[in-house]
């Protein structure tokens, strides 16, 4: 790969996020996933340094607080690209406007498609495979009985070392930290 690229994205470590990681499983179990997620920024190249492109989303990420969303029905991307996803419903609009304001500086690029808040499920090989996926995927999400809820609050800023496989390079927690104030 000759130049890296980069992602934001909110690990899902609950039940959702067992449960997708799961369905990959059975749905595409030759290809490696990064950790359930959703993603904030899509995959793309930098336009100036790591260091910047952290520094600038440790400022934005301070002053931005955590927020939840909940996950609405399996859809897929279908002509576009053979991906099964989950889509983001209630409070999917924060997630848009978080992407928007670190879309800028090191980080800023045009969009290959307008972004759409989802958790991805798994991309597949061509569309036949992924309508097959599709009908699975929703079924087997009809019957998940957990919370369908998300808080976002901490975000990872990740780099491709190889096709398919994902790094972790930095940790970012939304909002101000407050520090309790002195017993008088």
Known sequence: ???????????????????????????????????????ILPPRTLRDT?????????EICSHYEPFEVSLAEVETFIPITPTVFIRVGHAAFRMRELHDRLNIGA?????????????????????VLAQQAYYTARHRWAEFEGTRCVEVKQLSFVREEQVNCWVDLAGFSLGSSLVPSPKL
């Open 1 to 39: 790969m000759p130049t890296p690229r980069y992602a934001l994205v909110a690990y899902l470590r609950n039940p959702i996020g067992q449960f997708v990681q799961r369905l990959r499983g059975e749905l595409h179990p030759n290809l490696p996933h990064m950790a359930a997620h959703l993603t």
């Open 50 to 58: 790591e260091a910047s492109a952290i520094a600038t989303l440790e």
């Open 107 to 127: 980080l800023a690029t045009p969009e290959d498609w307008p972004y759409m808040p989802h958790l991805t499920i798994a991309k597949m090989d061509n569309e």
